[in-house]
C-alpha cells in the first residue's frame, strides 16, 4: 500500500512540475539530471523532452534505464549549453 502512494505522489509532483509557467521548472529538472536516484533522474529526462518538445530524447523508463548516460548526457549538454 505504501508504495502505490510513492508511486502517486511522484507522478503528481512531475505533472505539478511541469505545468509550471514560464520555464520556472527547468532549473530543478536540470537539478534531476545528476541525482543517483535512477527515478528522480528519469523525470528530469522525460520532463525536459516534453517541456521541449524533443522527442528523439524522451525515452520509455525500460529504454532510458537500459542505457541512462546516453539520455543523462544529451540533456546535460542541452542544460550547460542553455
Request: overall charge negative; glycine content about 10%; charged content about 20%.
Amino acid at each position: 500500500m505504501v508504495v502505490v502512494g510513492v508511486i502517486a505522489t511522484q507522478s503528481e509532483a512531475g505533472t505539478a512540475i511541469i505545468n509550471m509557467p514560464g520555464g520556472a521548472a527547468i532549473p530543478a529538472l536540470i537539478r534531476a539530471l545528476i541525482d543517483d536516484d535512477m527515478a528522480v533522474a528519469y523525470c528530469g529526462v522525460i520532463s525536459l523532452a516534453e517541456m521541449t518538445g524533443t522527442n528523439a530524447y524522451a525515452p520509455s523508463k525500460e529504454k532510458f534505464l537500459g542505457d541512462p548516460g546516453y539520455y543523462l548526457d544529451y540533456w546535460r549538454e542541452w542544460a550547460r549549453a542553455r
